[in-house]
Structures are given as structure tokens and as C-alpha cells.
């Protein structure tokens, strides 16, 4: 029988995390919780890398863990690993870029329980607590030549890997996430 071992514990959500999801190319993961907020992390290094609000300002300690009416209920990773979707309890569904502090787009949804991006990434699906499933068509994003050489490298190295790479620091900044 396989073992499996735990090799990794991440903290820093302040309520319940209640979705997370990896980017395609496993160099991120988004967590979304129901102290109001999404975090992108470097799995490898366990550092927050990203933190998107669905409350602003953010809540004290005491309020993120209470009800709020901003409960993050579900993130999705698109297949570009730029793009992200968010439910909230505030009857919305955000649309993110990893590049960007703010929403890209914001859409109304009722009782929004999961999402998921369909494998081109040209659809998103909403499921809610009325038994629904709403679609959005979803906009062709060209992403950067730093991000493909970024997915592409990240398929198959971690950030430690990345980090020691004989190539000068620039060339390994450039393949690398940064905190935001």
C-alpha cells in the first residue's frame, strides 16, 4: 500500500479555508476561506505570494471569523494560470489576474457554491444552492512571454530549483513569482 505523508502545513487564513485549488502548471495554490479572503501561494516555500479582498478595508481578526456576508465559498484556477474566480457570500462572483490587486470583472450570483473553468479556459461554471449552474463566456487572455516561460519552467521545477539555476539573478527573477 502507498504511504502518504504530509510534508507541508500552510497558515494564515484567520476562518474556515474552504477551497483551494493548484495552478496548471502546480507552482500556485489558491485558497479561498471565510475570513473574506483568496490566497495565492508558493506551495513550496509556503510564502503568500498574492491576497485578494472581498471586503474592504479588510476585517479585524474578530470579524473575519464571524458571519460577514463576504464568505469566500470557492476559487478556481483557469487553465492560462493567470486568470481566477472567486464566490463570496455577497452574491458575486469576482474574476481575478494574478498581476492585479482588483478584480478584472465582477458579475452578479445568487447562493454561489463552486466554480470550475472549463479546460480552455473560455467558460466558467457557477453551481448554487438552488440546484443551477450559470455560465460565463470568459475572455481570451494572451499572457506575457515572462508568464509562459514562467508556466512552462514551473511544470517541472520548484521555486528551490528555480532558485539555483546557473543563470544570472535577473533570469531567475524573471522566472519567478513575487510577492505582490
Known amino acids: 500500500m502507498d504511504t502518504y505523508t504530509m510534508i507541508r502545513k500552510l497558515e494564515g487564513h484567520h476562518n474556515d479555508v474552504v477551497s483551494?485549488?493548484?495552478?496548471?502548471?502546480?507552482?500556485?495554490?489558491?485558497?479561498?476561506?471565510?475570513?473574506?479572503?483568496?490566497?495565492?501561494?508558493?506551495?513550496?516555500?509556503?510564502?503568500?505570494?498574492?491576497?485578494?479582498?472581498?471586503?474592504?478595508?479588510?476585517?479585524?481578526?474578530?470579524?473575519?471569523?464571524?458571519?460577514?456576508?463576504?464568505?469566500?465559498?470557492?476559487?478556481?484556477?483557469?487553465?492560462?494560470?493567470?486568470?481566477i474566480a472567486s464566490i463570496a457570500d455577497d452574491r458575486l462572483i469576482r474574476f481575478w489576474n494574478i498581476e492585479q490587486k482588483s478584480p478584472q470583472a465582477i458579475a452578479p450570483l445568487s447562493n454561489g457554491l463552486c466554480c470550475a473553468f472549463s479546460i480552455d479556459g473560455s467558460v466558467l461554471a457557477a453551481g448554487t444552492r438552488d440546484g443551477s449552474v450559470y455560465f460565463w463566456a470568459t475572455p481570451r487572455i494572451i499572457s506575457s512571454l515572462q508568464h509562459l516561460c514562467r508556466m512552462a519552467i514551473r511544470r517541472v521545477m520548484s521555486t528551490d530549483e528555480v532558485k539555483k539555476l546557473p543563470v544570472p539573478d535577473r533570469v531567475v527573477d524573471f522566472l519567478s513569482y513575487r510577492i505582490m
Not at 490566497?39 to 471569523?65: K, N, R, Y
Not at 464568505?71 to 493567470?82: A, E, L, T
Open 20 to 83: 483551494c485549488e493548484f495552478s496548471p502548471d502546480g507552482a500556485l495554490l489558491a485558497t479561498a476561506s471565510y475570513d473574506t479572503r483568496v490566497l495565492v501561494w508558493d506551495p513550496c516555500t509556503g510564502s503568500v505570494l498574492f491576497e485578494f479582498g472581498h471586503l474592504f478595508p479588510p476585517p479585524t481578526l474578530i470579524f473575519a471569523g464571524g458571519e460577514n456576508d463576504r464568505w469566500v465559498r470557492s476559487v478556481s484556477f483557469c487553465h492560462d494560470g493567470q486568470s
